[in-house]
């Protein structure tokens, strides 16, 4: 794939596999800032254009796995139900660890690590905006996109949406993607990149792991919706 100045983050991610390593390794936004030209989103990273270019070039000679499914090649409802198996299931397992593994840290750490204490507050945040982000998703939004996608397959009338338009609620999604992405940005500020002092001990260690796990895999369940699902379901209704 050839880049040029206004090729966006969330092409590349679709279109080249593995790209979404590099831009994790190179503090890329391709989820939530997906339609950002890559070289304002270079710019942001202080990095050039060139050198994004060369590390992507370099994914085929690596033999690090990486995703092996074209979801743009699947229909919408398989890859609603693999966002919701795997990335809506990851993401309140993971939350239900991590609330009680932080109480426990901050009870010993909080009073000398003062930071710990907002990360709380962060987590507080966002586990109830994304629980109440994916019900809406999974009550709403995806059923109708996935009866929209049946119609259309079976050349019967489109489902009338309660929400006039499948753009509202995308853009909606959208808003709340941003806002997460945000909560979890302030959250790798406070803890250092999720990097424990000397002193942390093994659950502290361990808190700082399952909350870059849970940011890394947020980025790849944001990049799906942003970038494949939810432009694929706008186009539906044109």
């Not at 997460?180 to 790798?188: F, P, V």
């Amino acid at each position: 794939m050839q880049l040029n100045d206004g090729t966006t983050v969330g092409r590349i991610a679709v279109e080249i596999p593995g790209a979404t390593r590099v831009f994790e390794k190179m503090g890329i936004d391709y989820c939530c800032g997906g339609a950002k030209p890559v070289a304002e989103a270079c710019q942001a990273a202080g990095i050039t254009v060139a050198r994004l270019e060369q590390s992507l070039e370099q994914l085929a000679f690596t033999k690090t796995p990486v995703e092996s499914v074209d979801w743009t090649t699947k229909n919408l409802a398989t890859l609603i139900s693999h966002i919701e198996n795997k990335h809506h299931l990851f993401t309140r397992e993971a939350l239900d660890g991590i609330e009680p593994l932080l109480a426990k840290v901050c009870s010993v750490y909080g009073g000398r690590r003062p930071e710990l204490l907002q990360v709380q507050a962060l987590v507080e945040e966002i586990n109830s905006d994304l629980r109440l982000h994916m019900k809406k998703e999974e009550n709403i939004l995806f059923p109708y996109i996935t009866h929209l996608e049946k119609a259309i397959d079976e050349k019967l009338p489109a489902p009338m949406p309660m929400f006039g338009t499948v753009r509202n609620p995308v853009r909606m999604m959208m808003t709340e993607h941003d806002a997460a992405g945000e909560l979890l940005r302030r959250i790798r500020e406070l803890s250092n990149n999720f990097t424990p002092p000397a002193d942390a001990c093994i659950s502290y260690e361990t808190l700082y792991r399952r909350l870059e796990e849970l940011e890394q895999d947020l980025n790849q369940h944001i990049h799906l919706e942003n970038n494949i699902l939810f432009p694929r379901a706008v186009a539906l209704e044109v």
